[in-house]
């Protein structure tokens, strides 16, 4: 099933599978979203550091173009002498790295009727071989000519009008394409995918959600049950498990050294958590899968029955710490985990935002949140002419302490930069009932500030005390991810439009640049003919001008873009 390298067949540009297990050490390229299956956004460069940061100044930069901006939520790939990026309504671009001119454009053609759940955003592309791949908000995938941008495979992966769609980058791990769904606010089943990156075949399929069955596939693509995801209505009671979310909207990480790629399940569908008593199994976890066959290894939720929107989608970190290898997860519902990357125990649990309601912490013997019941929205049955249940002020809001906003791990300084948001949210269910393609919540809800001074703040925290070490405030909610570097720097945009260097042992800005529109997404590095580069995309959107409530007023004077800007060293 697995594909190697040599098979693959030789290619002055392929990228091979020792390329991608290389990738966070070969400085000259980033071929994976997270700079590295292990989503560390660790590189060792250091041309550019604590001492050079304030001659760092733009080499080029280059615009999306056309009137569709939006949220611009994309990490750049650097390969053979061109970038690849892609940008809002499912577009990809290849650029040359010495001049920034475009070199082509792939505009996928969408239909009327998607629906994106946060905006038309897209996350990244994988490399592999001399392909380029990504998928699109009307959930298919598309396979490119690194070269010529033409089309070499696409396939459809669900149905778009029952609100599937595709926004994470994929994850290329032992030589198969992983991926994941969005959905998980339309009573989709959140599953993971493995494919033939040359073709695009369909090799395995599991659903994350309990009850559903898993398949293989034969050459022929003839399905193969390969056995039920849990045991029916374990933890689903009824029905609710057949349009039950948990969508794997983040996409995942791999870890060569343990064999095992990880992968974040959203939240449970409905929002209405008194329509579905149990674990809900496995939504709002992080599930540890087998690539060659897509059996699960292990698994650890996060939020059992989660009643907020919880996501457990965000990304898990491999990393190593006193001779283990662990993964760290800053979790939508506030609190970060430190677990066991081979066998999912939890060996840490700590808050990485000032103010929880929904739990009074995590205990380490059991796993299991100390659950504050009256931090749950109450039982629509049980209100006013059943229309209504208790509204309750819940902190995190439902967008989260974290969201799609990628942290970084430095194992030099040995912390995690998380980019972390302070807000809380006024939440009530309500009754509700599943229609294809329909919100499928039974929720309302209203997100406020928690404090006048500010929303966002990127935080150090150190894995092993769970102390947060150093933290830089932000007016807006931070919404574009991490990246750190041998340089001792940590690279971050903020909605305001900056991207900004800190220094990554004390937090001192050392650096920003006003980049015209948002930042909402990560920042890059590589190095090429002796000179370090940076790289990032700037466009405000996403979610939170569409979902934010009174957030979203504060922040309403933003300006929208779409451009990705390079930049290097003064001189070189």
């Given at each position: ?16 599978n ?18 590295g ?38 990490q ?19 650029i ?56 070499v495979w ?15 980058a ?19 089943v ?84 008194h ?136 194992p ?14 006024e ?82 800005e ?63």
């Amino acid at each position: 099933m697995l594909l190697g390298a040599t098979a693959l067949g030789a290619h002055g540009a392929s990228v091979t599978n020792a390329m991608v297990d290389n990738d966070a050490k070969d400085t000259a390229d980033v071929l994976s979203f997270g700079m590295g299956t292990q989503g560390q956004r660790y590189s060792p460069l250091n041309q550019i550091n604590t001492a050079t940061v304030a001659r760092l100044v733009p080499a080029w930069s280059f615009s999306f173009g056309g009137e569709k901006q939006r949220g611009q939520e994309s990490q750049p790939l650097i390969h053979n002498g061109k970038m690849f990026v892609t940008a809002s309504y499912s577009r990809l671009f290849a650029i040359d790295l010495k001049t920034g001119n475009k070199l082509w454009k792939y505009e996928h053609r969408l239909p009327e009727g998607i629906m994106p759940c946060c905006d038309v955003v897209n996350r990244g592309a994988a490399l592999y071989d001399n392909l380029v791949i990504f998928g699109t908000l009307d959930a298919q995938l598309v396979a490119l000519d690194q070269e010529t941008g033409k089309v070499v495979w696409k396939e459809k992966v669900d149905d778009y009008a029952a609100g599937y769609s595709m926004t994470a980058a994929p994850l290329i791990a032992k030589g198969v394409l992983l991926t994941g769904v969005s959905g998980g606010e339309f009573g989709v089943v959140g599953r993971v995918e493995a494919r033939n990156p040359k073709t695009g075949d369909l090799l395995w399929s599991r659903p994350m959600v309990e009850g559903h069955m898993g398949h293989r596939y034969d050459k022929d693509g003839n399905a193969i049950e390969t056995g039920v995801t849990g045991t029916v209505n374990k933890t689903w009671p009824g029905d609710l498990w057949k349009t039950g979310g948990a969508s794997t909207w983040m996409g995942g990480t791999y870890d060569a050294s343990t064999g095992l790629a990880y992968f974040g399940t959203g939240n449970p569908a409905p929002w209405n958590s008194h329509l579905r008593p149990g674990d809900n199994l496995y939504s709002s976890s992080t599930v540890a899968l087998d690539p060659e066959t897509g059996a699960i290894k292990w698994h650890y939720q996060n939020t059992p029955n989660d009643a907020w929107d919880f996501d457990g989608a965000n990304e898990f970190v491999t990393f190593d710490m006193d001779g283990r290898r662990l993964g760290g997860k800053a979790d939508r519902n506030g609190f970060f985990y430190v677990v066991d990357a081979k066998n999912g125990k939890l060996e840490n649990a700590f808050p990485f935002v000032k103010k929880i309601t929904w739990a009074s912490g995590i205990d380490l013997k059991t796993g299991r949140p100390k659950f504050i019941e009256a931090g749950r929205p109450g039982d629509p049955t049980k209100g006013a002419e059943g229309k209504k249940g208790t509204s309750v002020f819940a902190a995190p809001a439902f967008l989260g302490a974290k969201n799609q906003m990628p942290m970084a791990y430095s194992p030099q300084t040995k912390l995690f930069y998380v980019p972390a948001n302070e807000w809380g949210m006024e939440i009530w269910n309500e009754p509700i009932t599943y229609k294809k393609g329909g919100a499928f919540l039974g929720a309302g809800f209203t997100i406020k500030p928690l404090f006048d001074d500010y929303i966002g703040a990127l935080r150090a925290v150190d894995p092993k005390t769970g102390k947060i070490v150093w933290e830089a405030k932000n007016t807006a909610p931070l919404w574009g991810g991490a990246m750190t570097t041998g340089g001792n720097l940590v690279f971050y945009g903020t909605p305001e439009g900056y991207l900004k260097a800190l220094d990554a042992r004390t937090g001192k800005e050392l650096w920003k640049f006003q980049t015209g529109s948002g930042v909402v997404a990560p920042p890059v590095t590589w190095q090429e003919g002796g000179t370090q580069y940076v790289a990032v995309v700037s466009g405000w959107g996403g979610a939170v001008p569409l979902w934010g409530g009174e957030v979203a007023k504060k922040v309403n004077f933003l300006e929208q873009g779409g451009s990705v800007w390079v930049f290097k060293l003064a001189g070189k």
